[in-house]
């Protein structure tokens, strides 16, 4: 069996929820979200939900303890056996060093870099706040979120260029145009 370990990363608004859900459709493996299971828990009132809740709507870090917990529980699965996308995990690299101690070998085969600029995203955020109302999306929120990526998150870049594995697309654009760029990058890199 092919196992494909994949992990879409880009800042906040730049649109990786969406493209996860279609590359884990072409790859046949499950997208993970780390912030999906979080706001379902949030949702659904689980203790969980009661210790991350005011940690996300301030836009900060959920500790890596229980993130990486998490994230370990979820690539046990029996669906994640042949492989998945990761949307949202690692964030910073105690997360990734992590990551690396859940898999034997390579933690993951390819890296898709979402790229767009702050302003763009930023006002891709507003917008949707105004749509779907999710509490981590004012505009003060927006922009400490923002702030956490390129601290935290953006470092990532590098480390994954030197592991050889990063995929950069150009997420300005329409929703297939931006799919079908990062089709054609990924399977380039990964020879499927
Ligand atoms: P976005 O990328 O648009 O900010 P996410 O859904 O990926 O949205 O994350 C929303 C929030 O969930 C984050 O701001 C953070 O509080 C929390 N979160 C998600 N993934 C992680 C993670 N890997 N480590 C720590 N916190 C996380």
């Not at 992990?7 to 912030?35: C, D, H, M, N, R």
């Not at 922009?143 to 592991?163: C, G, K, N, S």
């Amino acid at each position: 069996m092919t196992v494909t370990r994949l992990l879409i990363i880009g800042p906040p608004g730049a649109g990786k929820g969406t493209q996860a859900s279609k590359i884990a459709e072409a790859y046949g493996v499950p997208a993970i979200s780390t912030g999906d299971i979080f706001r379902a828990n949030i949702k659904g009132g689980t203790e969980l939900g009661q210790r991350v809740q005011a940690i996300i709507e301030a836009g900060e870090l959920v500790p890596d303890t229980l993130t990486n917990e998490i994230v370990q529980d979820r690539l046990q699965q029996e669906d994640a056996a042949g492989g998945f996308l990761l949307d949202g995990y690692p964030r910073n690299v105690e997360q990734v060093h992590a990551l690396d101690g859940m898999i034997e070998g390579d933690a993951l085969d390819a890296v898709v870099l979402l790229e767009a600029d702050t302003d763009e995203v930023v006002a891709r955020l507003l917008k949707r706040a105004e749509i779907e109302g999710r509490a981590d999306d004012t505009e003060e929120v927006i922009r400490h979120r923002q702030d956490v990526y390129a601290e935290q998150t953006a470092p990532l870049i590098e480390l994954f260029t030197e592991r050889g594995i990063l995929v950069s697309v150009d997420g300005l654009g329409g929703i297939d145009e931006v799919a079908e760029r990062i089709a054609v990058a990924l399977s380039a890199k990964l020879g499927r």
